[in-house]
């Protein structure tokens, strides 16, 4: 019974969109500071978007998606989303979806998180 639970990925042209869930439990969700991160393998990950705790909690964005990725969340369902537009090859990984209680600040540091989803695979070609 995972914690975080990504879905929504695929293989699409640059240009496109997809829209990214992490389904979450085990959590007081309003409580916590949401979080996107992506991994190429052999890579770091990276920090993508934030978003904070509370009903209307404010969305923040790397410099590389800003402008293109809108995070969202439903307290209601205790999901997470990430729609992505404008899709670029570089933005093709893994992504991840975490939690943390801790005040979120740029840049966000993967080694602050311990429990992470199985990630789903985001393709962009060219």
């Known amino acids: 019974q995972p914690q975080l639970v990504e879905s929504g990925g695929g293989s699409v042209q640059a240009g496109g969109s997809l829209r990214l869930s992490c389904a979450v439990s085990?959590?007081?969700?309003?409580?916590?500071?949401m979080v996107w991160f992506r991994q190429v393998p052999g890579q770091e990950r990276e920090g993508v978007a934030a978003?904070?705790?509370?009903?209307?909690?404010?969305?923040t964005y790397a410099d590389s998606v800003k402008g293109r990725f809108t995070a969202s969340k439903d307290s209601a369902t205790k999901t997470l989303y990430l729609q992505m537009n404008s899709l670029k090859p570089e933005d093709t990984a893994i992504y991840y979806c975490?939690?943390?209680?801790?005040?979120?600040?740029?840049?966000?540091?993967?080694?602050?998180?311990?429990?992470w989803g199985q990630g789903t695979q985001v393709t962009v070609s060219s």
């Open positions: 975490a939690a943390t209680t801790t005040v979120v600040v740029w840049p966000l540091s993967a080694a602050d998180y311990a429990n």
């Open positions: 085990g959590y007081f969700f309003n409580n916590y500071y």
């Open positions: 978003i904070g705790a509370g009903v209307d909690g404010r969305a």
